[in-house]
C-alpha cells in the first residue's frame, strides 16, 4: 500500500465527499474503453473539486497492462507458510532486520514510545514490503491506480484509491510522476493514497517517516502497547489490517518475533 503530514479527521471527511455515487464511469476489462472511461472519470472529479491540472494528469495516464498483469498472478499468496517465507527470503529479512534495529536503535525507541509498537512487526513488513527501501517499484503511481479504478475487478476499491490519489497531487503531497509498485503503492514501507491521507507522517520515501506511517496505521487498527503480536494475540488483527493474506499476516508476525529476539 503512501507520503507531509495530514489531518486524519479533516482528511477522512473531505475523501468521504469524494466517494463516487452510483452514476461512475463504466468499468472495463480491457485497454479499448480506457480512454472513453477517463473522459467520464475527468468530468466527475472535476465536479467534486479536483484542480483542472490535476486532471490533465489524469487525462495523460496509460493503460497499465503489466499492473492488470500484476493484479491477476499473485500466486505467492497461496503458498504455505513456510514455501512463502522461502520465497519471500524470510532468513535474510530477519537477519538484516536485527542489524537495524541495533544500528538504528535511537530511532525505533523513538517509535515505539510514540505508537506502543516494537521494532520487530515494522522491520518485517519494511522488508517485506521494499527489501528495506530497496525495490520500491518503477510504475507510474497515478497509471496503476487510474488502470484499477478502471478495471471491472474491483473497481470501487480502487476508485476511492484514485480520489485519494488526485487530492494528494492536488496538495502537492504527491506528483503525477511519482512512481511506485504495481498497485500504486509508494515508499519505503509501500502505502496506498487513502492510507496516506489518512495515516501519513511525512514524505514516505524517507525510512524514519514510513517507519512512523507504519506504526502509526497499526495504532490506529488497535495495536496495544505491550501487548503479543502472534495469531491469537491481541495485536495480531493489527497486521491483518495491513495486509488481508493471512501467509503474509503469519509471516510479519514469525519474522517480526525472530528480530524483536523470540524464535
Known sequence: MPRLAFVFGASLAM?????????????GSSSAGFAAWKQEFAGEARAKGISASTIQALMATNYAQAT????????????????FLAKRGASTIVSRGRSLKQSQGAMFASIQQRYGVPPGPLL??????????????????LSSIATLAYDCRRSAYFTEHLYAALQLIDRGALSASQRGSMHGEVGQTQFMPKAI?????????????????TANFLKAHGWRAGAGYQPGEPNFAAIQAWNAAGVYQKAIALMGRQIDGGE
Not at 498483469?69 to 507458510?81: E, I, M, V, W
Open 15 to 27: 475523501l468521504a465527499c469524494l466517494i463516487p455515487q452510483a452514476n461512475a464511469a463504466q468499468c
Open 197 to 213: 491521507l489518512a495515516y501519513g507522517t511525512g514524505n514516505l520515501e524517507n525510512s524514519a517517516n514510513a517507519l512512523s506511517s
Open 124 to 141: 518485517a513488513i519494511w522488508g517485506m514490503e521494499t527489501g528495506f527501501g530497496s525495490q520500491r517499484g518503477n510504475q507510474n503511481m
Open 68 to 83: 492488470i498483469n500484476a493484479d491477476r498472478g499473485q500466486r505467492s499468496f497461496n503458498l504455505s507458510l513456510d514455501a
